[in-house]
């Protein structure tokens, strides 16, 4: 059967992950997490104190970055590795989160993330989310979703995935580090956030995971067909 490319952008926190892992395993696809990506740089570069103002610190520092996804043994889930080390669970705490945005303006990072997104989509096949992919990663993509959802669902969502980790985090902290991004993510220089003109909408505000699967399959089997 034809394989094609299905990329998932919008706002943070509004379900992309969940839709994406749910269709790469209905498709038998690839599942990218191109957010986990300016995540475990972030990471690298808060652990060896890398100052990314400085262009040459950020360029000596991507050249000793390895990301790679490989899939969980026992969820089958794609998990990524930053040097060979594991770091799918750190790079969802919020001391990256408060900082992943501002990372993920850096033109050089950004270089660096695309190219290798771009080669894992060589062979289609490959569900991918994050803010610029139907825009400027796959603007050929077959399929494109953009997914929003109210506000208000967004925080409660982020907040209950945070605070089974850490009971300290309060409602406040979470809803300020979403609107926080969200206007980073939308207004900077290079490929801000912005829905593509052939993306389809998905507001799952008010849907299930199940409702939302089943509508993007039947996306699916209308582009390949
Ligand atoms: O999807 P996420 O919340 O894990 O993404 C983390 C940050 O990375 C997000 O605030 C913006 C940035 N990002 C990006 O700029 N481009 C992408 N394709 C994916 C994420």
Redesign the pocket.
Known sequence: MKKIIVTIDGW??CG??TLARQLAKALHYRYI????M??AITLFFLRNRVDWTKDDEVNEALKNIELEFCPNENSGDTEIYLNGENVEYLIRDLIIAEK??EV?TIGAVRLFAVDQQRKMGKKKGIVM?????GTV?FPDAELKIFMTADNAVRVERRFRELFAKNPNITIEEVKNNLEM?DY??SHREI?PLRQADDAIVLDNSNITPEQQLALALDWVKQKIQ
Not at 129 to 133: C, E, K, Q, T, Y
């Open positions: 943070s926190s992309k992950s997490d191109s957010g986990a300016y995540r992943v945005s993920a989310d994050g803010r610029d992919i990663v991004r980073i993510d490929s």
